[in-house]
């Protein structure tokens, strides 16, 4: 144990969460490409959170080497997030298995019945993400054991629905499984509201992302405290013909780039000089690399700088640890 003393008003509200998760607080790390790997995650199972490593495009080789790193510096539970479009889906959960991990994230789409078999029967408990109350009966159907709900106020790939109307479409009519709230979080005040709504536990990334334990670049970690809310926004498209996955992040050099690209990518297409198919490529290669730029190589003018809206409340850089002690003093004194 942490040595933290959680309220009982507040341990009896997430107390569906801390038993399914196996941990102190019922707060969850984000599974963010770049940042989620072995120090995080293990500084925020150790700080009596719950990390979750970033899979991503990782080969199995990789991951494997992931999770074994990330257990020589905790002994407590952590999940890995794997995303349900890999080519070696199944092969992921097989490593995930052999290694004993206590939780599984399926992210990216509905997951195919025999990757929730797979993760079932290898011991795992199965946490999925659900975008709207029929997903989220069809993903409990199907063998979900909790839930995730993200608002669109979230950094990264986001849907387009706000937390706020998730949260009151889904809490609600899902109480056979624990839900944890996640998108636009950055204090305890607010974590505290979703659990009386319902809510087994938050999920948290930007707050982490900026984190003293975070491999991020310290370019990277500034451009958060320097960084507003209205700072963090959708991509945007340009044009219906070419669709651009909606993704939330800082507005830099890079972001008006991809505006002109596209523009100019289109023009190419109208005048003859690029297909259908090879424009829709043209755009979508721009980002490219560029989440990597910025996490690791500082680039935060041309890289992505993915950010929540909570961006505006990350004003320091603070270890894992303080991070959760104020989120849980700021719960405590709102329920109190």
């Known amino acids: 144990m942490t040595g933290r003393r959680v309220p009982p008003a507040l341990a009896a509200l997430w107390a569906r969460g801390t038993e399914f998760l196996g941990s102190e607080t019922a707060l969850l790390g984000g ?153 636009g979080l950055g204090r305890g005040e607010a974590v505290a509201a979703y659990l009386r709504l319902g809510a087994a536990g938050a999920q948290l990334g930007t707050r982490f992302a900026a984190a003293r334990e975070s491999i991020a670049h310290p370019r990277f970690k500034h451009a958060f405290i320097r960084a507003n809310a209205r700072d963090a926004m959708p991509s945007v498209q340009i044009d219906e013909r070419f669709p651009v996955i909606p993704v939330r992040g800082l507005v830099n050099q890079g972001t008006q780039r991809f505006i002109a690209h596209q523009i100019a990518t289109r023009d190419r297409f109208l005048s003859g000089e690029l297909t259908k198919e090879a424009a829709q490529l043209e755009i979508e290669h721009f980002w ?44 405590a004194r709102a329920l109190a």
Do not use: Y
Request: net charge negative; hydrophobic share 50%; charged share 15%.
């Open 31 to 183: 599974a963010m490409s770049w940042v989620s790997e072995r120090h995080l995650v293990a500084a925020i199972s150790n700080a009596g959170g719950f990390g979750v490593i970033a899979c991503g495009a990782m080969s199995p080789e990789l991951l494997e080497a992931e999770i074994a790193a990330t257990q020589a510096l905790t002994d407590r539970n952590f999940g890995v997030n794997l995303i349900t479009m890999h080519p070696r889906l199944m092969d992921l959960i097989g490593v995930c298995h052999a290694a004993r991990v206590s939780h599984v994230v399926l992210a990216g789409g509905v997951p195919p019945g025999p990757a929730v078999k797979a993760v079932r029967d290898g011991g795992a408990r199965l946490i999925a993400f659900a975008p709207a109350l029929v997903m989220a009966k069809r993903l409990v159907r199907l063998g979900a054991e909790a839930l995730v709900i993200e608002g669109s106020e979230a950094g990264g790939h986001i849907g387009p629905v706000s937390l706020t109307v998730l949260a009151q479409e889904i809490l609600p009519h899902m109480q056979d499984v624990p839900v944890f709230v996640a998108g």
């Open 288 to 331: 490219a690399g560029a989440l990597r730029r910025a996490v690791i190589d500082g680039d935060v003018e041309e890289g992505s700088v993915m950010a929540g809206q909570s961006v505006g409340m990350v004003t320091a850089e603070q270890s894992v640890a303080e991070i959760i002690d104020e989120l849980v003093a700021q719960a």
